[in-house]
RNA sequence: GGACCUGUGGUGCAGCUAGGAGUGCACGCCGGCCUGUCAAGCCGGAGGUCGCGGGUUCAAAUCCCGUCAGGUCCGCCA
């Protein structure tokens, strides 16, 4: 039907007929004798040029045919890849007319999300979304390429499962043929391919729909794609191995450039100096402990377990309004409060200005922007508080005040390891569970289980990208006798075991190799590699954030029909 | 469950603080002119439930209450 694409057409093919389909981008008419229409296929534009007068609508689907030229001295136009070329002598055929679209199918047209999505078949037409779309596919077939180098089967894993709670809400399906009975979509396939692993497939992986019925976000759809593996008779440093060789091989193919090997930090030193366990790399910022300073302080605010603050470089022209904003954000954040201090010069030494300066000692004020490095022009925000509270709450200050860098500067990937086995004390007064309860505790904090759970550092690691999660995993346990002092640990007894997780219980019985595994996030990933806010941009057919489908009105009623055949009835709102 | 922002011809905005006739801008659309344009240009024209409902008022796009939709975030996401 065609001969080749309007994108690829240089100066090499002047000279060539061709024969081209696409969509009319636009038209210039000049009277009866001349009209210059621009063709666009999936690889660009290019311009046609027709000696007589054409009836033609954008976004009309046609075919030219032509002599591809070089185009006269001057007319050049080097917007576009094909600029210096044209097809002359153009005779025209209309495929398939069409309304008026929407909104311009130009990236220059900014265009509220609803309505893109309402017409999402107009929108992928879009350079943005042609080129995210592609960019995904390269990003999954390098991902495939890794896991297959690197000896894993792909496995396809069910779609319906069994209900087995595990913490988030689950997609219910129900079941015509055993009425009133559901399957449920899985949040991952993370039972499944532990099985996998029983089942002798010692290094399994999958391009995997996940489906979790939690409120959705910039980063979160109700369905999301993640690249699922596991592998048996392996380390921790394997598994890192593997995922590192994937993620890295995918920004090599997108990007032309073998990313730095990736950098590792245990999960109290990315508290301990970002305040996140997620921390942006990007900001260089990072928190400052003001514990020895402030050791023994008459100044109240400082009296806290621990004292950290965080230097914000220029913020010292910030006004009192937004200060108080800030103080704010911090109590709403969890903080008791925030103190600043914006650094000023004063006959040529640096002095602090702060409501606190006056109760502060000499020491104080000297240890303060020692300790910090602030000079003349910086604000210095601090929090005193429990180290977990007085570090999260100025690592989102870090985020918020000094801003995210959206869609630049480098990738700068990190490991995050040593995650806690347990990340707080339950209103049952049992643990818990920070990752999922088959995940192996540091063999060195083992005896620490029953006695000071909190302290259990677990075989758990999480990749994070520019301050965005990832993904992560963990070695698992296989040992009857350890995944029984978990479950103690965390409250969950015999038979509740048996009932949720039995069927692996069961196949552990049956002789489970040391395993281990990681999942990470698709979409996420290839939302960084394009430069966007939100994976919906990498998405080809995403939900609002209310889960709805502009473009097919899901979710819809069931027909009466369909409910009977499934034994459901509505209950009344 | 909660906080905040947004909703005005097909698209993007202004108008709202301080109420006075659907007022304005750009793009698109329709018609006309135009032989080298390129987000073509020039002339003319059409197109509106100011998201929806209620209230205040002589009078509401504008003020108040409610509601719906979209977005960002908190909760939630083992």
Redesign the pocket.
């Known amino acids: 039907m065609r001969t080749g694409r309007c994108g690829e057409l240089t100066l090499d093919d002047v000279g060539s007929h061709v024969r081209l389909c696409g969509w009319v ?12 229409v ?1 063709l666009r296929d999936s690889t660009g534009v290019i ?1 046609c ?1 027709v ?1 007589g ?1 054409v009836e033609l ?2 976004e009309y689907v046609i075919a030219v045919s032509g002599v591809v ?1 070089r ?2 001295e ?4 080097p ?2 890849t094909t ?1 210096a070329v ?1 097809i ?1 002598d153009c005779t025209v055929e209309v495929l398939a007319t069409a309304e ?5 199918v ?1 990236d ?10 309402r017409h999402r078949y107009v929108d992928l037409r879009r350079p943005r979304m042609q080129r995210n779309l592609r960019l995904r596919a390269a990003v999954v077939r390098a991902i495939r390429a890794a896991m297959d180098a690197q000896g894993f089967c792909e496995v396809e894993t069910p779609l319906l499962w069994a209900p ?1 709670p ?4 689950e997609f219910a399906v129900p079941s015509r043929l055993h009425r009133g009975d559901f399957y449920v979509l899985p ?2 396939p ?2 499944a391919k532990q099985l996998l692993m029983v089942g002798g497939f010692d290094r399994y992986y999958q391009i995997a729909k996940c489906l ?1 019925d ?7 759809q109700f369905e999301f794609t993640q690249l699922d593996m596991e592998a048996s008779f392996v380390t921790q440093e394997d598994v890192l191995g593997f995922v590192s060789e994937a993620v890295l091989d995918a920004a090599q193919a997108v990007t032309g450039e073998r990313p730095p090997p990736i950098e590792r930090m245990t999960w109290e030193e990315a508290l301990d100096r970002f305040g996140t366990d997620k921390p942006d790399l990007r900001i260089a910022a990072e928190l400052v402990d003001l514990g020895e300073v402030f050791a023994g302080t008459e100044v109240r605010a400082f009296g806290g377990p621990c004292v950290k603050a965080l230097r914000v470089t220029g913020g010292g022209t910030m006004s009192r309004s937004r200060l108080d904003t800030l103080v704010e954000r911090a109590k ?2 969890g903080a008791k409060g925030l103190a600043w201090f914006r650094v000023v010069d004063a006959d040529g030494a640096s002095a602090l200005e702060s409501p606190l300066t006056r109760a502060m000692s000499e020491g104080e004020r000297e240890g303060l922007l020692a300790k910090t490095g602030a000079v003349p022009g910086d604000l210095v925000l601090a929090v005193s508080d429990e180290h977990r509270s007085a570090c999260t709450v100025l690592g ?1 200050l870090r985020i918020e005040v000094l801003g995210r860098p959206v869609g630049e500067g480098p990738h700068r990937y990190v490991w995050v390891v040593e995650f806690p086995m347990f ?1 707080s004390i339950g209103a049952d007064g049992h643990p ?8 192996m505790p540091h063999p060195e904090d083992l005896d620490r289980m029953a006695t000071d759970p909190l302290s259990v550092r677990s075989q758990a690691y999480d990749l994070v990208l520019n301050g965005w999660e990832l993904g ?1 995993g963990s070695v698992r346990i296989h040992r009857a006798d350890i995944q029984a002092r978990v479950f103690a640990a965390l409250g969950i007894s015999d038979e509740e075991a048996e009932s949720r997780f039995g069927f692996l219980m069961g196949a552990f019985r049956y002789g489970a190799p040391p395993h281990a595994g990681f999942a990470f996030g698709v979409d996420r990933l290839v939302a960084i590699f394009a430069g966007e ?2 994976i ?1 941009e990498v998405i080809a057919f ?7 489908d ?1 473009l097919t009105g899901a979710p819809k009623p069931l027909s009466a029909s369909s409910l009977a055949e499934l034994g459901l009835r509505i209950a009344a709102r």
């Not at 981008?25 to 210059?36: K, P, S, T, V």
């Not at 939690?214 to 979160?220: C, G, Q």
């Open positions: 981008a636009r038209r210039r008419e000049h009277g009866e004798h001349l009209a210059f621009d311009q040029v000696e007068s609508r954008s030229r185009r006269p001057g007319m050049e136009n917007a576009l600029g044209e002359g008026p679209p929407p909104f311009l130009d220059r047209a900014e265009v509220d999300e609803a309505v893109r999505l087995t595990e913490g988030a809400r949040q991952s993370q039972i979790r939690e409120d959705l976000r910039a980063d979160r709403a954040l989102q990340e818990v569970a920070a990752h999922h309860p088959f995940t992560s806010e939100s919906r995403p939900k609002t954030q209310s889960g709805a502009p």
